[in-house]
């Protein structure tokens, strides 16, 4: 059974970068029927789509994050990542990866992985 | 690329029917047929529990239902029981490979 899990660091300083990694068990993610992405939820807030991508790379983000957001895909670690630069207090959030099909729905998630801005 | 609009809150009694609705846009909601519907327990991820609008996963109740006329969608929930109460969270394909999500709605069961 395919699962998702989200690793990286739970307390960032503010102007750096957060960086998160999503590992994919129990399938591939070269699988070429599916997209992986990153979702965030500020405490006691709603969800932001933060942007996904094909295991081949091409990658696409929410307009409101592209200037500093970065996705990336390692095949051989089945793994795919999430770069956010330049962080303040309101990027503090639960972050989820993901995975959706072509008709955008996302169907599997990761437990999500808390991450706090602060110095 | 703004929020689609949800409800705070709704509230229904055990047995109870209930609609939570989901308003958007023409360039979103309006032009695909690409709404998905999640319920989310406090402190767990989001459960995917209708999508393309009106279909339901394998493993969902029967009891959830999802529709669409023009901009706004709505999910109903049949025969209220006390697990049902949690955030729901709509979201819409927005063109340009992008989705947005709705603000969340939090049911309770009185």
């Known amino acids: 059974q395919l699962q998702l899990q989200e690793s990286g660091p739970g307390l960032v300083k503010p102007s750096e970068t957060l960086s998160l990694t999503c590992t994919v068990s129990?399938?591939?993610?070269?699988?070429?029927?599916?997209?992986w992405a990153w979702i965030r939820q500020p405490p006691g807030k709603g969800l932001e789509w933060i942007g996904n991508s094909y295991y081949s790379g091409n990658t696409y983000y929410n307009p409101s994050l592209k200037s500093r957001v970065a996705i990336s895909v390692d095949t051989s670690k089945n793994q795919f990542s999430l770069n956010l630069r330049s962080v303040t207090a309101a990027d503090t959030a639960v972050y989820y990866c993901a995975r959706h099909g072509f008709y955008w729905y996302f169907d599997l998630w990761g437990r999500g992985t808390l991450v706090t801005v602060s110095s | 690329q703004s929020a689609l609009t949800q409800p705070a809150s709704v509230s229904g009694s055990p047995g109870q029917s209930i609609t939570i609705s989901c308003t958007g846009t023409s360039s979103d909601i309006g032009s695909y047929n690409l709404v998905s519907w999640y319920q989310q327990n406090p402190g767990k991820a989001p459960k995917l529990m209708i999508y393309e609008d009106s279909q339901r996963p394998s493993g969902v109740s029967n009891r959830f239902s999802g529709s669409k006329s023009g901009n706004t969608a709505s999910l109903t929930i049949s025969g209220l029981q006390a697990e049902d109460e949690a955030d729901y969270y709509c979201?819409?394909?927005?063109?340009?490979?992008?989705?947005?999500f709705g603000g969340g709605t939090k049911l309770t069961v009185l």
């Open positions: 979201c819409s394909y927005a063109g340009s490979n992008s989705v947005v």
């Open positions: 129990g399938g591939s993610i070269s699988d070429n029927s599916y997209y």
